[in-house]
């Protein structure tokens, strides 16, 4: 009787359309809106669970189109299976789905999760571990003007958020990224920096940004993926030409990913982004990055409140995360859901949620 109210009865995908209230912009390129997938698991019992895809093409070339194809393509054998055994449908989702797709898998699997704690009665944090309940998240500064930099930074700061991630790169060069960073430095000189390169930077260009930041007396907080993912030894020599901590975010999406970084002692710190592989395999990467005594972030594409609270609940489950960015809700345009972390300032708060991740459509 137990497998039967626990078993999946349907699974729905739709789009999910949400305006931003201006592009947000990486070094890869720019998003105008949040195309993204929700997925509606719902068990035999009537539970239902939600999860949503966020790709990013920008990012690693995934788009809307190819996250909803994946999911389709999953629904017809789905039906039946049993949710507590959720690690061994993560790994049949990754073996039958064709074309490599992390938004898929990650969307899959926050819908699994949230029905089978939702049916226990317990909350997401809990289940990755419980050793917290709260994070300090930055907000994010993306590419553009020197001004539009220094008035965002303004604007960050109004909202009570210290922690300011600045997205550097691509075409216009370092001494443009310099410039950018010199006015937000001299608007939050308090703020600690992450300036995140989304693997768009080039060694030559890497090491002109370090020689014009120590001439200004700026050290950064974090230097995340400047060059490109495969570049390993470069990240090292970065790291030993800086003195500053460097993260690896586009170089890791696997945990044979995070032990060749760990290996190569490419930097000192993971970002962790569910976005990325899903779930079970974002245990495995902070299971690598604890053991070597890696720093750990966590992170997301441009999600909406139900991604980025279920990321939010695995980092505080889990514990051991200094750095946090999940900021993309304060730039959508519009929220279609209800319920979700608490935010006052930069200061995230999981503790209200008594099942699953919290997060529900509006109706």
């Given at each position: 009787m137990a497998f039967a109210t626990t078993s999946i009865r349907s699974v729905h995908i739709a789009p999910l359309d949400i305006p931003l209230f201006e592009p947000f912009g990486i070094s890869g390129g720019a998003q105008?809106?949040?195309?993204?997938?929700?997925?509606?698991?719902?068990?035999?019992?009537?539970?239902?669970?939600?999860?949503?895809?966020?790709?990013?093409?920008?990012?690693?070339?995934?788009?809307?189109?190819?996250?909803?194809?994946?999911?389709?393509?999953?629904?017809?054998?789905?039906?039946?299976?049993?949710?507590?055994?959720?690690?061994?449908?993560?790994?049949?989702?990754?073996?039958?789905?064709?074309?490599?797709?992390?938004?898929?898998?990650?969307?899959?699997?926050?819908?699994?999760?949230?029905?089978?704690?939702?049916?226990?009665?317990?909350?997401?944090?809990?289940?990755?571990?419980?050793?917290?309940?709260?994070?300090?998240?930055?907000?994010?500064?993306?590419?553009?003007?020197?001004?539009?930099?220094?008035?965002?930074?303004?604007?960050?700061?109004?909202?009570?958020?210290?922690?300011?991630?600045?997205?550097?790169?691509?075409?216009?060069?370092?001494?443009?990224?310099?410039?950018?960073i010199y006015a937000i430095h001299d608007v939050a000189p308090d703020s600690p920096l992450i300036l995140d390169g989304n693997a768009g930077?080039?060694?030559?260009?890497?090491?002109?940004?370090?020689?014009?930041?120590?001439?200004?007396?700026i050290t950064p907080a974090l230097l995340e993926q400047w060059l490109a993912k495969d570049d390993l030894a470069g990240a090292r020599s970065l790291a030993e030409e800086s003195g500053w901590l460097v993260c690896a975010d586009e170089s890791v999406t696997s945990a044979d990913d995070a032990r060749r970084?760990?290996?190569?002692r490419a930097g000192g710190a993971i970002n962790i982004k569910i976005m990325k592989a899903g779930l079970a395999a974002a245990l495995d990467i902070a299971a690598v990055a604890k053991a070597a005594n890696f720093e750990l972030m966590i992170g997301g594409n441009v999600e909406s409140i139900l991604a980025m609270t279920m990321s939010a609940c695995f980092a505080a489950g889990q514990g051991g995360f200094r750095f946090a960015d999940l900021d993309t809700p304060f730039f959508l345009a519009e929220n279609p859901f209800e319920g979700g972390y608490a935010i006052t300032g930069g200061q995230i708060s999981i503790a209200h949620i008594t099942a699953g991740h919290g997060v529900t459509p509006k109706k």
């Amino acid at each position: 009787m137990a497998f039967a109210t626990t078993s999946i009865r349907s699974v729905h995908i739709a789009p999910l359309d949400i305006p931003l209230f201006e592009p947000f912009g990486i070094s890869g390129g720019a998003q105008a809106a949040a195309n993204n997938v929700l997925v509606t698991l719902e068990l035999a019992d009537g539970t239902v669970g939600y999860g949503e895809g966020a790709p990013l093409p920008a990012y690693n070339g995934e788009t809307q189109a190819q996250t909803l194809r994946v999911l389709e393509g999953a629904r017809h054998w789905l039906e039946g299976y049993v949710v507590k055994d959720w690690r061994w449908l993560a790994h049949e989702f990754r073996g039958r789905g064709g074309a490599w797709c992390g938004s898929a898998q990650c969307a899959f699997e926050i819908a699994l999760l949230d029905a089978l704690t939702k049916q226990a009665r317990q909350p997401m944090g809990k289940f990755f571990g419980g050793a917290g309940t709260g994070l300090e998240t930055d907000m994010t500064v993306t590419t553009g003007t020197p001004a539009q930099a220094a008035e965002n930074a303004r604007a960050i700061r109004q909202r009570g958020i210290r922690m300011i991630k600045v997205k550097v790169g691509g075409k216009l060069g370092p001494a443009h990224d310099l410039e950018r960073i010199y006015a937000i430095h001299d608007v939050a000189p308090d703020s600690p920096l992450i300036l995140d390169g989304n693997a768009g930077v080039s060694r030559a260009a890497a090491s002109e940004l370090v020689r014009g930041l120590k001439a200004r007396g700026i050290t950064p907080a974090l230097l995340e993926q400047w060059l490109a993912k495969d570049d390993l030894a470069g990240a090292r020599s970065l790291a030993e030409e800086s003195g500053w901590l460097v993260c690896a975010d586009e170089s890791v999406t696997s945990a044979d990913d995070a032990r060749r970084v760990v290996a190569e002692r490419a930097g000192g710190a993971i970002n962790i982004k569910i976005m990325k592989a899903g779930l079970a395999a974002a245990l495995d990467i902070a299971a690598v990055a604890k053991a070597a005594n890696f720093e750990l972030m966590i992170g997301g594409n441009v999600e909406s409140i139900l991604a980025m609270t279920m990321s939010a609940c695995f980092a505080a489950g889990q514990g051991g995360f200094r750095f946090a960015d999940l900021d993309t809700p304060f730039f959508l345009a519009e929220n279609p859901f209800e319920g979700g972390y608490a935010i006052t300032g930069g200061q995230i708060s999981i503790a209200h949620i008594t099942a699953g991740h919290g997060v529900t459509p509006k109706k």
